[in-house]
């Protein structure tokens, strides 16, 4: 029997994507990432190779935080590597701590950047570069969160790409409708990586086969609701992480369900069912009362088998919603709770970020319908991924019934490829893997 090496089946697939990005002769390149799979570090490496042996290229980001993470990623693992970072006017371009590298030139002007090894930027500061010379390379990062809009922008501005992103999170967003444009091929709104390979079927398709931040206890549920096509493992064993608390448990159901995610790896803490408004008052509570307990006891995590245990602090406890007056809700229960420092936010925002534990107001909680956005894959499974240890879901009953009675009403678009899993059966999965993990919460 073979035995599963995560360190040498992730190098394997890493040292082939290299090549095909060195040696290779398509235009594309695409890398499939699970969450925590060590995108970012693949992107760092693909350009200091590239930088290496005298291929100049541009990387493309999604947004400014992502941007300024990857200059500072580059800035660690080689502090001499000539890097631009190519920015707006605004005000407040950039991360403040980017000043303190030499290494590092920064201009809103793309000529000012011109001969350098790599010049990193977001996709809409790069549609408004013109009149230069293409980049021999880009790479692309979060490449499935880009519309494909936005890269028939930047498309003149390189000759050969790597396409780095993960299938399973977020569609691109757009704030205006789309619906005359689906099923076409020039559909603005789709996914940068879908109408690439749309029209470029023969473009080389890699994996990254582990995810170092999921522990074993979550890979395999997030693995088959949300990615059954491209499955992936955890990059740690059952036994390598633990998360222990100082002080006991005093027998509530918040400390209950907190000892059983610590334990298993997943806590449900289920409401009565009941149909609420979206700031459901009692489930707001209840994601408040969690957190506070959670920190009142003294967590501390242990990343892999001898590693010296971390406390878990404020700052890594993140609490995930679907909507922001949701996580406005939240944190006005944390602060009456004395709690600061907690990341609250949607999962939109959360994405891409990782904490040792996350709580989760489910979208579908106390509603009396199941939208397409409550069933959207990629927010469940945002919401279910960023977790080193454990993850806890706050939910009223009656989900599963919900979804059975509420079958998709959505219009069945010609030319447009099914997205699957669908959020029916997403959910479905997940609910299932938390209800054995279910404590319940009664007055």
Same mark, same amino acid.
């Given at each position: 029997?073979?035995? *599963?090496?995560?360190?040498a089946?992730?190098?394997k697939?890493?040292?082939?994507?290299?090549?095909?990005?060195? $040696?290779?002769t398509?235009r594309?390149?695409?890398?499939?990432?699970?969450p925590?799979?060590?995108?970012? !570090?693949?992107v760092?490496s693909?350009? /200091?190779e590239?930088?290496?042996?005298?291929r100049?290229l541009?990387?493309i980001a999604?947004?400014?935080a992502?941007?300024?993470?990857?200059?500072?990623?580059?800035?660690?693992?080689?502090?001499?590597?000539?890097?631009?970072r190519?920015?707006?006017?605004d005000p407040d371009?950039?991360?403040?701590?980017?000043?303190?590298l030499e290494?590092?030139r920064?201009s809103?002007?793309?000529s000012?950047?011109?001969?350098?090894?790599?010049?990193i930027?977001?996709?809409?500061?790069?549609?408004?570069?013109?009149?230069?010379?293409?980049?021999?390379?880009?790479i692309?990062?979060?490449?499935?969160?880009?519309?494909?809009?936005?890269?028939?922008?930047?498309?003149?501005?390189?000759?050969?790409?790597? *396409?780095?992103?993960?299938?399973?999170?977020l569609d691109p *967003?757009s704030?205006?409708g789309?619906?005359q444009w689906?099923?076409?091929s020039?559909d603005?709104?789709?996914?940068?990586?879908s109408?690439?390979?749309? $029209?470029?079927?023969?473009l080389p398709?890699h994996?990254?086969?582990?995810?170092w931040?999921l522990?074993?206890?979550a890979a395999?549920?997030?693995?088959q609701a949300f990615?059954?096509? +491209?499955?992936?493992?955890?990059g740690?064993?059952?036994?390598d992480r633990?998360?222990?608390?100082?002080?006991v448990g005093d027998?509530?159901?918040?400390?209950?369900?907190i000892d059983?995610?610590?334990?298993?790896?997943?806590?449900? @803490?289920?409401?009565?069912?009941?149909?609420?408004?979206r700031t459901?008052?009692?489930?707001v509570?209840?994601?408040?009362?969690?957190v506070?307990?959670?920190l009142d006891?003294?967590?501390v995590?242990t990343g !892999?088998a001898?590693?010296?245990p971390?406390?878990?602090t404020a700052?890594?406890?993140?609490?995930?919603?679907?909507?922001?007056?949701q996580a406005?809700?939240?944190?006005a229960a944390?602060?009456?709770?004395?709690? !600061?420092?907690? +990341?609250?936010?949607?999962?939109?925002?959360?994405?891409? /970020?990782?904490?040792?534990v996350?709580?989760v107001?489910?979208?579908?909680?106390?509603r009396?319908d199941?939208?397409?956005?409550?069933?959207?894959?990629?927010r469940l499974?945002?919401?279910?991924?960023?977790?080193?240890?454990?993850?806890?879901?706050?939910?009223?009953?009656?989900?599963?019934?919900l979804?059975?009675e $509420?079958?998709? +009403?959505?219009?069945?678009q010609?030319?447009? !490829?099914v997205?699957?899993p669908d959020?029916?059966?997403?959910?479905?999965?997940? @609910?299932?893997?938390?209800a054995?993990?279910?404590?319940?919460?009664t007055?």
């Open positions: 029997m073979t035995v *599963f090496d995560p360190a089946e992730a190098a697939a890493t040292d082939a994507i290299l090549s095909d990005t060195l $040696h290779g398509h594309g390149i695409v890398v499939d990432s699970p925590g799979a060590g995108k970012s !570090t693949l760092v693909a350009a /200091r590239l930088a290496a042996v005298g100049s541009m990387v999604q947004t400014n992502q941007v300024d993470d990857l200059v500072l990623r580059l800035a660690e693992k080689d502090p001499e590597l000539p890097v631009g190519l920015h707006s006017n371009p950039y991360d403040k701590a980017l000043n303190g290494n590092v920064k809103s002007k793309a000012d950047l011109a001969g350098l090894d790599i010049v930027s977001t996709a809409a500061k790069w549609a408004h570069v013109q009149n230069v010379e293409p980049w021999p390379h880009a692309v990062d979060e490449a499935y969160q880009m519309r494909s809009d936005a890269l028939l922008a930047v498309a003149g501005l390189f000759e050969r790409a790597l *396409f780095v992103g993960d299938p399973g999170q *967003f704030i205006v789309a619906d689906a099923g076409l020039y603005p709104s789709a996914s940068a990586v109408t690439l390979l749309a $029209h470029n079927p023969e398709q994996r990254l086969p582990v995810s931040r522990p074993a206890s395999p549920l997030v693995s990615y059954p096509y +491209t499955p992936f493992r955890s740690t064993g059952p036994e633990k998360l222990s608390f100082g002080v027998g509530s159901a918040h400390d209950r369900v059983e995610a610590a334990w298993s790896g997943w806590g449900l @803490l289920e409401l009565p069912a009941r149909h609420t408004p459901d008052p009692e489930a509570r209840a994601v408040a009362q969690v506070r307990r959670l006891r003294g967590g995590a !892999t001898g590693a010296t971390a406390p878990v700052d890594r406890v993140a609490v995930g919603t679907a909507h922001r007056d406005a809700a939240v944190r944390l602060a009456e709770l004395g709690v !600061t420092d907690v +990341t609250v936010d949607t999962a939109n925002r959360l994405q891409g /970020r990782e904490f040792d996350t709580v107001l489910h979208p579908l909680s106390g009396p199941a939208t397409a956005f409550h069933l959207e894959t990629g499974c945002v919401l279910t991924s960023r977790h080193r240890h454990a993850c806890i879901v706050v939910c009223r009953a009656g989900v599963a019934e979804l059975d $509420h079958p998709s +009403t959505e219009p069945v010609l030319g447009v !490829t997205k699957f959020g029916w059966e997403a959910n479905h999965a997940v @609910l299932s893997h938390l054995e993990h279910r404590v319940p919460l007055r």
